[in-house]
C-alpha cells in the first residue's frame, strides 16, 4: 500500500473495530438491561474507548500496572459504565 491509503486503512480498522464493539454491547445486553439512558451506541463509544490500546498502554506502560490490574480494572469500569 501506498502513504495516501493510511488514513482508508486506518478508517476501515477503526470502523471494523467499532463494529466489534456493537456486536459485544448487544451480547451484553442480551442478557440484561444497559444502564438507564444509555443507548447501545453510547455504550460501544464507551467500550471502544476504555478498551483501547491507548488506554492498555497508558495504565501497563506508562503507569506500570501489571496486566492482572489493567484486566481487573477494566472490568470494574466497563460493569460500573454499562450495567445498571
Same mark, same amino acid.
Not at 2 to 14: G, K, Q, S
Not at 64 to 80: C, D, I, K, Q, V
Given at each position: 500500500?501506498?502513504?495516501?491509503?493510511?488514513?482508508?486503512?486506518?478508517?476501515?480498522?477503526?470502523?471494523?473495530?467499532?463494529?466489534?464493539?456493537?456486536?459485544?454491547?448487544? &451480547?451484553?445486553?442480551?442478557?440484561?438491561?444497559?444502564?438507564?439512558?444509555?443507548? +447501545?451506541? /453510547? $455504550?460501544?463509544?464507551?467500550?471502544? !474507548?476504555?478498551?483501547? &490500546?491507548?488506554?492498555?498502554?497508558?495504565?501497563?506502560?506508562?503507569?506500570?500496572? +501489571?496486566? /492482572? $490490574?489493567?484486566?481487573?480494572?477494566? !472490568?470494574?469500569?466497563?460493569?460500573?459504565?454499562?450495567?445498571?
Amino acid at each position: 500500500k501506498t502513504e495516501p491509503d493510511i488514513p482508508r486503512l486506518r478508517a476501515e480498522l477503526l470502523q471494523s473495530r467499532r463494529f466489534g464493539m456493537m456486536h459485544f454491547v448487544r &451480547a451484553i445486553a442480551g442478557h440484561g438491561p444497559l444502564r438507564a439512558g444509555l443507548t +447501545p451506541e /453510547e $455504550a460501544a463509544d464507551i467500550v471502544y !474507548a476504555l478498551s483501547s &490500546a491507548e488506554m492498555f498502554l497508558v495504565l501497563t506502560g506508562d503507569l506500570g500496572w +501489571p496486566g /492482572e $490490574a489493567y484486566s481487573a480494572w477494566l !472490568a470494574e469500569t466497563l460493569t460500573a459504565a454499562l450495567l445498571p
